[in-house]
């Protein structure tokens, strides 16, 4: 295999390696990323030595093996330290159980933990566990917690384990976690310069202190589009409405839990946006008064007038030309999908509309995958399947680039425009 053209040559991947069964895999999945250009160097916990020497790797890889947190490298410098600051990605590949727990509580007790902790390269990390052990909640809180960080979850798969029973809980192939490292660089840089404006999650219209009307929006989809977007080199602004994840690492977030509170952050970012993706579930009517008390049992007969929330996209897509963002909206439809889209899309003055199916078989609210089909003014333009949402993020952005590189090309671009009219 040749690395001509992959976007891992010369780049510099630490590859971590823990106490797994799994961990002969790593042997392979090092080799590949040496094949494909890497400069690849091994930081392993004690526990996996005792599955594959350091010997191994240090052949395959040319260079020394850091198995001890307090090694020193030939330089006299911090060997994981030193490791972890000249790296452009970091593979955990087998990630136990054990090390999900420690990235996720911050601990930094061996090589490959403290390697981690230390670096702010990004994190790809390959679980593989007994499946009772990928299912228990104390497992899936720490999954969620590094994807709270920013790290990327290369889901293991299902097949014999070495229990003997058959289930999830399999290191994904090798060849899927290098196309999960190369994909952290193929687009990098793409959106270097721009500013990206994302919503993200449900806004909540509080009834009284303690009560609201909103909608189940997890901002999952939101999120993994910023991240996608932060990836790719912009300068990302989150308006994080009530999201069950937390804002990414490396964008500025900006809160705003009701549709009032979120058209003001998105009125006020939209300017000086080059691209606006509106992936908020806004609440479209709001209480027309909030009880500034809780409002009692004995409320016999209440009732709860409501008013119309303005349409925060529609009046970004009102904006003067030169001002207005490459502007993306989202379409969640129980029904006549492309229908309904359409309309949203020149009624609210879209460049795209990501149209999305709630409810039913394909109800993605909540859930970490999404099936989505994107509409242009022409029609529909896509025709993928149901994917993890950070698939979804990387195949939006693909096509959002292609079509603001053709709506506003280089040459008179608004941020030059925009920066001689500052
Ligand atoms: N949107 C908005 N402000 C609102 C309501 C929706 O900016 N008050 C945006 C959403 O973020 C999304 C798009 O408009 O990008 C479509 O949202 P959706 O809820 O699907 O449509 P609505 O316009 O609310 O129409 P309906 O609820 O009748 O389907």
Known sequence: MSDEGS??????????????????????????????????????????????????????????????????????????????EGADAIVLAPATANLLAELAAGLAGNAVTAMALASRAPVIVAPAMDAGMWTHPATLRN???????????????????????????????????????????????ELEGLHVVVSAGGTREPIDPVRFLGNRSSGKMGVAIAEAARDRGATVTLVAGSMSVPAPRGVTAVEATTAAAMRTAVLRSAPSADILVMAAAVADFAPKRTSNSKIKRDGAGLQIDLVANPD???????????????????????????????????????????????????????????????????????????????????????????????????????????????
Do not use: C
């Open 7 to 84: 976007p891992l040559a010369g780049r510099r991947v630490v590859v971590g390696v823990s106490g797994s069964i799994a961990a002969y895999k790593a042997v392979s999945l090092v080799r590949l990323l040496a094949e494909r250009g890497a400069v690849v160097d091994v930081a392993m916990t004690t526990a996996a030595t005792a599955f594959v020497t350091p010997l191994t790797f240090a052949s395959l890889t040319h260079r020394p093996v850091v198995s001890e947190v307090m090694a020193l490298d030939p330089d006299e410098q911090i060997a994981h330290v030193e490791l972890a």
């Open 143 to 189: 999954v969620e917690t590094l994807r709270g960080f920013g790290h990327i979850i290369v889901e293991p798969e299902v097949g014999a384990l070495a229990s003997g029973l058959t289930g999830v809980g399999r290191l994904a192939e090798s060849d899927t976690i290098v196309a999960a490292v190369e994909s952290l660089f193929a687009h990098a840089g």
């Open 312 to 422: 925060i996209v529609a009046e970004v897509g009102e904006m003067a030309d030169g001002v207005r963002p490459f502007l993306i909206g989202f379409a969640a439809e129980t029904d006549d999908l492309e229908a309904n889209a359409l309309s949203k899309l020149r009624d609210k003055g879209l460049d795209l509309i990501v149209g999305n199916r709630v409810g039913g078989p394909f109800d993605a609210i909540g859930s970490e995958d999404n099936k989505v089909t994107v509409f242009g003014a022409e029609g529909p333009l896509t025709d993928w399947p149901m994917l993890p949402k950070r698939q979804v993020a990387e195949r939006l952005w693909d096509l959002i680039v292609d079509r603001y590189r053709a709506a506003r090309p280089p040459a008179g671009s608004r941020r030059s425009t925009r920066a001689r009219r500052r």
